[in-house]
């Protein structure tokens, strides 16, 4: 299965500021997920990121909030824009284990905006 | 409006006993996936069901998927504390065929 290497794992920001997210993957994957999970809460999926195109957001989710890059099939950033407190959160990326029929996360960025 | 709902929301329960956790949805899935969530980790994936009424077994876990495919339970027999964790159920196929839609979980809390 796909080993998935994210960080920075925690952080705390002022507002205003902006974060960028990184995952590195081991294998080389066409399509990478990231997630929000508010605190106590599911996950909700953000956007998926395919290298060489344009990033696909979901509904509430928009590029200039949340650019992201997928300069290669083992690499992907998420950038959390003109944070605000209502940023906090935590978030995973996230691959598709194909052959496995799930998917492997990574270990998550616990970001808390102050 | 979550896809999955998930049932209870919270559990807790002394070690040695039985519990099950329950996902619904009126969506019909090409595959249903289980996790498991531990403080400051990610899901990890327990196990995914992809055939209508098929039964998977994972030493003391028991996976069901229901003869539709749109729900799915989760049994767990004599739990021990190391189950305790966030128990999330994630469907795919419900809208497309690689997004996940995931359920709100359940915190199993398994006391000692």
């Known amino acids: 299965s796909a080993v998935i290497s994210q960080k920075p794992s925690r952080d705390i920001c002022q507002r205003g500021t902006s974060l960028t997210i990184q995952c590195q993957v081991d294998?080389?994957?066409?399509?990478m997920f990231w997630y929000r999970q508010q605190p106590g809460q599911s996950l909700t999926l953000i956007a998926t990121?395919?290298?060489?195109?344009?990033?696909?957001?979901e509904s509430g989710f928009v590029i200039d909030k949340f650019p992201i890059s997928r300069p290669n099939l083992t690499f992907s950033t998420l950038t959390v824009s003109n944070m605000s407190p209502e940023d906090s959160s935590i978030y995973l990326c996230?691959?598709?284990?194909?052959?496995?029929?799930?998917?492997?996360f990574g270990s998550g960025t616990r970001l808390t905006v102050v | 409006t979550q896809l999955l709902e998930q049932s209870p929301q919270f559990l807790s329960i002394q070690e040695g006993e039985n519990l099950t956790v329950y996902c619904n949805s009126s969506?019909?899935?090409?595959?249903l996936q289980w996790y498991r969530q531990e403080p400051g980790e990610g899901p990890v994936l327990l196990v995914t069901?992809?055939?209508?009424?098929e039964v998977k077994k994972l030493k003391r876990l028991t996976f069901q998927f229901g003869d539709a495919r749109k729900d799915s339970s989760l049994h767990i027999t004599a739990a021990q504390p190391g189950d305790t964790g966030l128990y999330l159920c994630?469907?795919?196929?419900?809208?497309?065929?690689?997004?996940?839609?995931f359920g709100a979980g359940t915190t199993v809390t398994v006391r000692a």
């Open positions: 996230s691959v598709d284990r194909t052959g496995a029929g799930g998917y492997t």
């Open positions: 294998s080389q994957v066409t399509m």
């Open positions: 990121a395919n290298q060489g195109s344009e990033a696909t957001y």
């Open positions: 969506s019909v899935f090409s595959s």
């Open positions: 069901v992809v055939t209508g009424g």
């Open positions: 994630a469907g795919a196929g419900g809208t497309s065929d690689y997004k996940l839609s």
